[in-house]
């Protein structure tokens, strides 16, 4: 059985001097990583210290728990932080035990105390501020998300799942808003937009108390179908009747909605029809009976 060491000492100093681990079995996905440098900066100061070794041999002082945290320190901005310093030799084998028993042995959650305790914070902010996430309050019963290696990225990966109805009109409404723009099926977004859209889903998740991501995603989308209209200023110009470009525009633009009452879609299926026949506009482009409407009421 090991010897058992000596208490560490809690030493302060620049985080910039201790050495990382070259192998580190723990990872953080990006997002994680981001997260922890905020809520550094928010504190001004760790508030869980590593675990240093003083490798008086090598006049190394090695990170051996608490990598992540150094990092974000540094990231972060601090000057001094606190760490737990063993001074005393450690053989590899010693140091190895150390690093996995700190990254494996560290508790669990129980949900139900978890899910009330979380539901207590009534600030969008604190909330973010704990890192908690779908899959951690168990809101999402399965999460299939390839593990994110450690890596100084310049992009944040943001996924939702849906359900066929839900998909479906997640579908209608980024085309909407798509058809204003060029975009491919993956709905990429530049960086800058990023912080924008997690602010609307926290904002949203704050309204309804809520803590699915696609759901929050879903009232997102229901404000954003009552707003259709306003889309509009993409192609026209108010104030001189206008259109602002060449193309095409979605009707729903025009229109503020989506869908008409099926006895007001059969009145003016018929009304095209008969204009069809009569020869007023062309059978291939039935919505010219917009402009012969256009016409009948301008000034």
Not at 115 to 141: A, H
Not at 236 to 246: K, S, W
Request: proline content about 5%; hydrophobic content about 45%; charged content about 25%.
């Amino acid at each position: 059985m090991a010897e058992r060491l000596e208490p560490p000492k809690y030493v302060e100093g620049d985080p910039r001097t201790l050495t990382l681990l070259d192998v580190n079995a723990r990872y953080m996905p990006y997002e994680q990583f981001r997260q922890l440098v905020t809520n550094i900066e928010r504190d001004g100061c760790l508030t869980s210290a590593p675990l240093v070794w003083n490798d008086t041999e090598s006049a190394r002082r090695i990170v051996l728990s608490g990598n992540h945290r150094t990092m974000a320190a540094i990231e972060a901005g601090l000057e001094r932080i606190g760490w737990l310093e063993i001074s005393e030799p450690l053989p590899r084998q010693r140091q190895i035990a150390l690093q996995l028993s700190h990254n494996a042995i560290s508790g669990q959650d129980d949900p139900a105390t978890l899910k009330e305790l979380y539901e207590e914070l009534e600030s969008v902010e604190w909330r973010q501020y704990t890192g908690l996430d779908d899959k951690t309050l168990d809101l999402l019963e399965k999460v299939d998300v390839a593990a994110l290696g450690e890596a100084n990225l310049d992009f944040a990966s943001v996924q939702f799942m849906f359900l066929p109805d839900e998909l479906e009109r997640a579908r209608n409404a980024f085309d909407a808003a798509r058809a204003m723009a060029t975009a491919d099926e993956r709905w990429v977004a530049g960086l800058e937009q990023y912080e924008p859209v997690l602010d609307a889903l926290e904002t949203s998740r704050a309204a309804y108390k809520i803590g699915n991501s696609a759901t929050a995603l879903g009232v997102i989308l229901a404000v954003f179908e009552r707003h259709l209209g306003e889309l509009a200023e993409g192609w026209f110009d108010a104030a001189t009747g206008e259109p602002l470009r060449a193309g095409v525009a979605p009707l729903e633009t025009v229109f503020g909605v989506r869908d008409v009452p099926v006895e007001t879609a059969a009145a003016v299926r018929a009304a095209i029809d008969r204009m069809v026949q009569e020869g007023t506009v062309p059978a291939g482009e039935p919505w010219r009976v917009l402009d012969v409407l256009a016409r009948s009421i301008t000034p």
